[in-house]
C-alpha cells in the first residue's frame, strides 16, 4: 500500500467517487444556476407534468415561453445533474428534480444562495483574508447586512425572510411551553426580527408583555408586522444597537430571549452581549436562547446547510460570526458568567434550547 493509500484508507469514497464529487463541485455554481433556471422558468414543473411517460424536447419547447435553443441546453444540463432521466426521446423527471420542484427546504435554501448570497459569495477569499464581509457591497453599503436588511429590495428581502423564518417558525411551538413553565410575566425578546416569536407569545399566555429590541430600521419592520395582531397592545419596541457595548439591555424582564440571534456575532461580540443580558436579568431572571449548532443535528445534511450557511456570515453578513459547535457557545457563556439549568436539542427539528442564568 503506497503512503497515499494508507493516508485515505478509512475514506468513505473510493478514488472514482472522490473524483466524481469533484467535478460536481468544480462545476457547482453552474449546477446550481441551471436548477433554479429550470424551476424558475417553469421547465421542471412542465416535465413533471409529463408524468411516467416524459416528453420530447419539442413538447417542453410548445408548453412554454423559453427559447428551444434555452431548453436544449438546460434539459440536457438537467439530465447530467440528474433531474431527469432519458427514456429514447423523452425526458422523464426523477425523484430529484422533484424535490428540486416541490420541497419547500430547499425552494427556501435555493432563493436565499441567489438572492442575497450568490453575487457576494465571488470575494469570499478577500472576506476569509481580511475579516470583512467583502461581499455584503453587492446588496449595498453598510457595515453589516442587518443595518441593511429592511432596506433589501422587496424580492431579497424576502427570500431572506423566509429562510429565517422557516428554521425558527418550526421550534417555536415546540420552544413555548419551556419558556412559560415558569409563568414569566415580562419577556425581552432580543434580535425579535418580524415579532413573531413576541406574537406566539402574547396569543400563548393572555397575561405576557413583550418587549422586541433590535436594530432601529428593523423594528419599523416588526411594528408594521405586529400592528393589528391579536395582543398587539401588549407588545412593546426598545430600539438598540448591540455592537456598541455602551447599550445596555433594559431591567425588569423575567426572561430574556435569544433565538437565531447569537449566531450573528463573533464569539468576543457574543461574550459582550451575554454579559449585559446577565447585568439585565439580575439573579432571579432567566435567559433562553434557542440556536442552530451543527454538531447537534439529527443528520449530516442538517449540519451541511448550518456549515454553509457560516459562509454567508463570513462573506456577506459580517465577517466575523458563523453558525456554531455547541462548545463555542458554552465557552460563551462561562465567560459570561452564566451556568446553563436546562437543556434540550431538537427543539422542533433542528433547534437547542437552553435556559441559562447567573452563575
Ligand atoms: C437571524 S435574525 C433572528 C430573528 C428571530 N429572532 C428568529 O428567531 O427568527 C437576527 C436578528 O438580530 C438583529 N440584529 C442583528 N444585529 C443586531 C445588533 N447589532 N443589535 C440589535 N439587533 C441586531 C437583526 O436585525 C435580526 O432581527
Same mark, same amino acid.
Given at each position: 500500500?503506497?503512503?497515499?493509500?494508507?493516508?485515505?484508507?478509512?475514506?468513505?469514497?473510493?478514488?472514482? /467517487?472522490?473524483?466524481?464529487?469533484?467535478?460536481?463541485?468544480?462545476?457547482?455554481?453552474?449546477?446550481?444556476?441551471?436548477?433554479?433556471?429550470?424551476?424558475?422558468?417553469?421547465?421542471?414543473?412542465?416535465?413533471?407534468?409529463?408524468?411516467?411517460?416524459?416528453?420530447?424536447?419539442?413538447?417542453?419547447?410548445?408548453?412554454?415561453?423559453?427559447?428551444?435553443?434555452?431548453?436544449?441546453?438546460?434539459?440536457?444540463?438537467?439530465?447530467?445533474?440528474?433531474?431527469?432521466r432519458?427514456?429514447?426521446?423523452?425526458?422523464?423527471?426523477?425523484?430529484?428534480?422533484?424535490?428540486?420542484?416541490?420541497?419547500?427546504?430547499?425552494?427556501?435554501?435555493?432563493?436565499?444562495?441567489? /438572492?442575497?448570497?450568490?453575487?457576494?459569495?465571488?470575494?469570499? =477569499?478577500?472576506?476569509i483574508?481580511?475579516?470583512?464581509?467583502?461581499?455584503?457591497?453587492?446588496?449595498?453599503?453598510?457595515?453589516?447586512?442587518?443595518?441593511?436588511?429592511?432596506?433589501?429590495?422587496?424580492?431579497?428581502?424576502?427570500?431572506?425572510?423566509? %429562510?429565517?423564518?422557516?428554521?425558527?417558525?418550526?421550534?417555536?411551538?415546540?420552544?413555548?411551553?419551556?419558556? %412559560?413553565? /415558569?409563568?414569566?410575566?415580562?419577556l425581552?425578546?432580543?434580535?425579535?426580527?418580524?415579532?413573531?416569536?413576541?406574537?406566539?407569545?402574547?396569543?400563548?399566555?393572555?397575561?405576557?408583555?413583550?418587549?422586541?429590541?433590535?436594530?432601529?430600521?428593523?423594528?419599523?419592520?416588526?411594528?408594521?408586522?405586529?400592528?393589528?395582531?391579536?395582543?398587539?397592545?401588549?407588545?412593546?419596541?426598545?430600539?438598540?444597537?448591540?455592537?456598541?457595548e455602551?447599550?445596555?439591555?433594559? =431591567?425588569?424582564?423575567?426572561?430574556?430571549?435569544?433565538?437565531?440571534?447569537?449566531?450573528?456575532?463573533?464569539?468576543?461580540?457574543?461574550?459582550?452581549?451575554?454579559?449585559?443580558?446577565?447585568?439585565?436579568?439580575?439573579?432571579?431572571?432567566?435567559?433562553?436562547?434557542?440556536?442552530? %449548532?451543527?454538531?447537534?443535528q439529527?443528520?449530516?445534511?442538517?449540519?451541511?446547510?448550518?456549515q454553509?450557511?457560516?459562509?454567508?456570515?463570513?462573506?456577506?453578513?459580517?465577517?466575523?460570526?458563523?453558525?456554531?459547535?455547541?462548545?463555542?457557545?458554552?465557552r460563551?457563556?462561562?465567560?459570561?458568567?452564566?451556568?446553563?439549568?436546562?437543556?434540550? /436539542?431538537?427543539?422542533?427539528? %433542528?433547534?437547542?434550547?437552553?435556559?441559562?442564568?447567573?452563575?
Amino acid at each position: 500500500m503506497s503512503d497515499s493509500e494508507r493516508h485515505f484508507a478509512t475514506d468513505k469514497l473510493s478514488a472514482l /467517487d472522490a473524483k466524481v464529487a469533484a467535478q460536481r463541485i468544480a462545476f457547482g455554481p453552474v449546477v446550481f444556476q441551471a436548477c433554479r433556471v429550470l424551476r424558475q422558468t417553469g421547465i421542471l414543473e412542465t416535465v413533471r407534468k409529463g408524468g411516467d411517460r416524459g416528453l420530447t424536447l419539442a413538447e417542453v419547447v410548445a408548453s412554454g415561453v423559453v427559447p428551444r435553443y434555452g431548453v436544449k441546453v438546460l434539459l440536457e444540463a438537467g439530465l447530467g445533474i440528474g433531474l431527469f432521466r432519458r427514456e429514447q426521446t423523452r425526458f422523464v423527471l426523477t425523484r430529484l428534480g422533484y424535490f428540486l420542484l416541490r420541497d419547500p427546504m430547499t425552494r427556501i435554501n435555493m432563493d436565499v444562495v441567489h /438572492d442575497i448570497c450568490y453575487r457576494g459569495l465571488y470575494h469570499l =477569499e478577500e472576506a476569509i483574508r481580511t475579516g470583512q464581509p467583502a461581499g455584503l457591497k453587492s446588496l449595498g453599503n453598510w457595515d453589516t447586512f442587518y443595518q441593511g436588511l429592511s432596506s433589501l429590495p422587496p424580492a431579497a428581502r424576502e427570500s431572506w425572510l423566509a %429562510f429565517d423564518h422557516y428554521y425558527s417558525d418550526q421550534a417555536f411551538p415546540g420552544a413555548l411551553p419551556l419558556v %412559560f413553565a /415558569d409563568r414569566p410575566k415580562r419577556l425581552l425578546d432580543v434580535g425579535g426580527n418580524t415579532g413573531r416569536w413576541a406574537m406566539q407569545c402574547v396569543g400563548y399566555d393572555p397575561g405576557v408583555r413583550v418587549t422586541i429590541a433590535d436594530l432601529p430600521q428593523q423594528l419599523e419592520l416588526a411594528r408594521a408586522a405586529v400592528q393589528g395582531g391579536k395582543g398587539a397592545d401588549r407588545v412593546t419596541f426598545h430600539p438598540v444597537d448591540l455592537l456598541d457595548e455602551s447599550r445596555e439591555l433594559p =431591567e425588569g424582564y423575567e426572561v430574556i430571549w435569544m433565538s437565531q440571534f447569537l449566531d450573528c456575532f463573533s464569539e468576543a461580540e457574543i461574550v459582550s452581549i451575554l454579559r449585559r443580558a446577565a447585568r439585565a436579568l439580575g439573579d432571579n431572571g432567566t435567559l433562553h436562547i434557542l440556536e442552530l %449548532f451543527w454538531d447537534r443535528q439529527p443528520n449530516e445534511t442538517a449540519a451541511f446547510c448550518l456549515q454553509q450557511t457560516s459562509l454567508y456570515f463570513a462573506c456577506i453578513a459580517n465577517g466575523n460570526s458563523q453558525m456554531y459547535h455547541s462548545e463555542d457557545l458554552w465557552r460563551c457563556l462561562q465567560a459570561a458568567g452564566l451556568q446553563i439549568l436546562e437543556q434540550r /436539542d431538537q427543539v422542533g427539528q %433542528f433547534h437547542t434550547w437552553l435556559k441559562c442564568r447567573r452563575a
